[in-house]
């Protein structure tokens, strides 16, 4: 029985749990089937039923992983919201030896990537398709028949993208009959790029959440020397004991969350302690100026 409530991402969108489990580090957790089984149950026992994928994560493929595991329990399936992404190639194999990996959002490209994550994944859809990144040389036209062709065929049932800016966002969609479900972006107290450069504004505007890759900067907010990382970790500490917070983790998932497109952050753990440890950031909510404090000790100044 899930013990959070799922969040939809966008009009006429799909449902999410309120946050994701992220597979990319999963090749480096050394985890077998049966314990990535375990793990899986546990996430999806606790409510957090999404996990996001992408055929360039690891080495191994860490989507064949994930299959190995679910073919252990085929009936996990239908508890899972599947997202993955396209658009990333690796260099080509005999490409010689100044190959290098490119983007190809060709329709062709696109539906082939999706063929190869549900061959490796074990299943016979995606619930969601993402544009890892913005092709230099994407036809939107061309993006749009791919998603056509691989909705009719069942093989994914909502479209969106990640890393876009407002002005590629847009373009894509303009060529949409459905509205794109998400935009998967970095958002953390480190880098404030999408938050200033109108990505959150938009997708505010039209009502759909982000997807929050790098909450915790990728474990640096940890271990980080910079005056920045310092400042943030003095910060978070305090605003851990303010709030009763169990851990500045959770902190910050709370600051994200609490981000008027409320975005629903993707989980880069492979602890399923610290996977637990985050749900209670459901719980937390912090004042205007709390919110505030964490911007400034990133920032370095107050508000101007
Ligand atoms: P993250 O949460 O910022 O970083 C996770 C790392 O932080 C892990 O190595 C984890 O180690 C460590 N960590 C977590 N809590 C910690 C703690 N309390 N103390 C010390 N270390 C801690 O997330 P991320 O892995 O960078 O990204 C999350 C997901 O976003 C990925 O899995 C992927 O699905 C997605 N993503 C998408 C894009 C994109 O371009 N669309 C890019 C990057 C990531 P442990 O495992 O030991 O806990």
């Known amino acids: 029985m899930s013990s959070v409530s799922k969040v939809c991402m966008s009009p006429g969108g799909p449902e999410f749990s309120p946050f994701v489990q992220g597979y990319w580090r999963l090749a480096e957790w050394g985890m077998s089937s049966a314990e990535l089984l375990t793990f899986i149950s546990q ?3 606790q409510g957090i039923t999404t996990v996001d994928h992408a055929p360039v994560y690891g080495d191994p493929s860490c989507e064949s992983l ?3 595991a679910l073919k252990l329990d085929p009936s996990l399936r239908n508890r899972l919201e ?8 690796k260099p080509p194999e005999g490409g010689g030896a100044g190959a290098v990996a490119h983007y190809d959002s060709s329709k062709g490209a696109i539906i082939a990537s999706v063929e190869g994550s549900l061959s490796r994944l074990g299943v016979d859809h995606l619930d969601v398709l993402l544009v890892h990144r913005y092709d230099f ?3 939107a036209d061309e993006v749009a028949e791919a998603f056509v ?3 009719a065929s069942g093989k994914v049932r909502h479209f969106g993208v990640s890393n876009f800016s407002p002005s590629q966002f847009s373009l894509l969609q303009s060529r949409l009959d459905a509205p794109l479900v998400t935009n998967q972006v970095e958002i953390n107290p480190v880098n404030f790029g ?3 450069d109108g990505t959150l504004d938009q997708l505010q505007e039209g009502r759909v959440r982000p997807m929050a890759w790098s909450c915790l900067a990728g474990g640096e907010i940890f271990q980080g020397q910079s005056a920045q990382m310092i400042r943030l970790r003095e910060t978070l500490e305090v605003l851990r004991e303010e709030l009763g917070a169990e851990s500045i983790d959770q902190v910050i998932f709370a600051w994200i969350m609490q981000m008027p497109s409320h975005p629903v952050p993707i989980l880069g753990s492979g602890n399923i302690t610290r996977v637990t440890t985050a749900l209670g ?3 937390l909510n912090l004042s205007r100026e709390q919110w505030y404090r964490l911007w400034g000790a990133s920032k370095g100044h107050g508000v101007p």
């Open 43 to 45: 996430h999806v026992a």
């Open 149 to 151: 062709a691989l909705k």
């Open 66 to 68: 994930f299959g190995a």
């Open 82 to 89: 599947i997202v993955s992404k396209c658009g990333i190639e």
């Open 137 to 139: 040389l994407m036809q």
């Open 281 to 283: 950031a459901l719980d």
């Open 194 to 196: 999408v938050v200033s």
